[in-house]
């Protein structure tokens, strides 16, 4: 039975963010070709983990900077070893490379950081994206992961495309693999436009761009609430702040409601999401849920990036502009037929874009093709080995530098 070691940056918390789902679907596909599943982490554990031995996964606490691991997994002898985000990779992945060099090495990108990072600073200065914001230290790092792996797992058709053209990624390196219609998780009832009420927003407060969305909804709030004098903006998410619950208004109808329970269940009893993401990288959970649960949406063009494509409408509106925003919100929530209208719009996208039978198709057939051309394949990637070659070297000094430092303290 091949083995699969999965090196993850924190312990699954699907109920706490997309990532958390995304890697549980990549988790129970392998489970379901059968093969054996270990999930490490350096992370500390937390209150709203799942148990995966639920899942017939075992856990593993490990080390950073430790030889430890090396030791561990020379004992292991995964068949592949998939590295969840690239700090992981650039941590681990010269011990995978030196203990176990026939092991595929998957790097599961979630989103790219650095795209991300760059439109946060894009929007910190009030300016266009530029060329340059990408010749940062963070893209360096990032791209580097990629090459040095042997497949990169790529969420966004998006960042599929810029990786190849902005970063001459070579298309082999690269697997599209969106979100997946996980069979094994229930989706909340679909309720009509009348047994719904307000208006819903929801993301995990650490991540920066849902926090930015917040501050913006409540800027734009108040024009939509004149309009809609009943209506509520319900504002969910995991590891609130003192200063998101500052922002609790019952007057207004503005309500910070901490972390959901069940995150499509309070997007299922809601008649419109809102999601004004001005920047962030991925595709984005809360409006995969939100076509799950036949919930239409109103976000910006970054929100919907990567979960459309031509012709096809979004099931909602994508608005730029506050007053843009506030006017498809308001009409959204109190036009039934438009409300219909972008439900019609949910069951075209799901079908095409988040297909699991045809995205693990997919990732099947290329792990069977590294599975039987693993040396092939590397060396068709000359960058990848010279990376591991020179910049990974400095990656370990640096880590046994630690190591060394660390044992001569006890």
């Known amino acids: 039975m091949p ?55 075992e856990s593993v606490a490990i080390e950073l900077n430790s030889s430890s691991f090396n030791r561990y997994i020379e004992r292991l002898q995964p068949t592949a070893v998939m590295f969840d985000r690239f700090m992981m990779e650039e941590q681990f992945g010269w011990r995978v490379a030196e203990s176990c060099p026939n092991a595929i090495r998957i790097l599961d990108t979630e989103d790219l950081q650095c795209l991300r990072q760059a439109r946060h600073q894009a929007v910190k200065q009030q300016r266009p994206l530029r060329q340059s914001d990408f010749n940062s230290e ?18 966004s058709s998006y960042e599929h495309r810029l990786l190849q053209q902005q970063f001459n990624v070579d298309e082999s390196l690269l697997l599209h693999c969106p979100f997946l219609i996980d069979p094994l998780v229930p989706i909340a009832e679909s309720l009509p436009y009348g047994e719904r009420q307000h208006f819903v927003a929801i993301g995990n407060f650490r991540h920066a761009p849902n926090w930015d969305s917040v501050l913006y909804l409540k800027r734009i709030w108040p024009e939509i609430r004149k309009q809609l004098p009943n209506a509520e903006l319900h504002i969910y998410g995991a590891y609130t702040p003192p200063k998101a619950t500052a922002l609790h208004d019952a007057n207004m109808g503005f309500l910070i409601k901490d972390r959901a329970d069940d995150a499509t269940e309070v997007i299922a009893n809601a008649r419109v999401l809102l999601a004004p993401l001005r920047f962030g990288a991925g595709i984005k959970g809360k409006l995969f849920d939100a076509m799950l649960t036949r919930t239409p949406s109103v976000t910006s063009d970054i929100g919907a990036e990567g979960m459309t494509i031509e012709p096809m409408a979004w099931p909602g509106a994508i608005s730029e502009g506050d007053d843009a925003f506030v006017e498809d919100a308001v009409n959204l929530y109190s036009n039934e037929l438009l409300w219909h209208q972008a439900q019609q719009n949910i069951a075209p996208i799901l079908s095409t874009l988040f297909n699991a039978e045809s995205i693990e198709a997919r990732l099947q057939h290329r792990m069977d093709y590294l599975l039987m051309h693993l040396n092939e394949h590397r060396q068709g990637n000359f960058i990848g080995a010279m990376l591991q070659h020179h910049s990974m070297k400095s990656t370990e000094f640096m880590s046994r530098w630690i190591e060394a430092k660390s044992r001569s303290a006890e």
């Open 3 to 57: 083995t699969l070691l999965v090196i993850g940056y924190v312990w699954p918390e699907p109920s706490s963010s997309a990532a958390g789902r995304h890697m549980m679907s990549l988790l129970r596909f392998f489970k379901r070709q059968q093969w054996q599943v270990v999930f490490a982490s350096p992370a500390k554990t937390t209150d709203f983990m799942l148990d995966l031995s639920r899942e017939d996964i």
């Open 138 to 155: 963070l893209a360096l790092r990032e791209i580097a992961a990629i090459f040095r792996s042997d497949l990169s797992l790529i969420i």
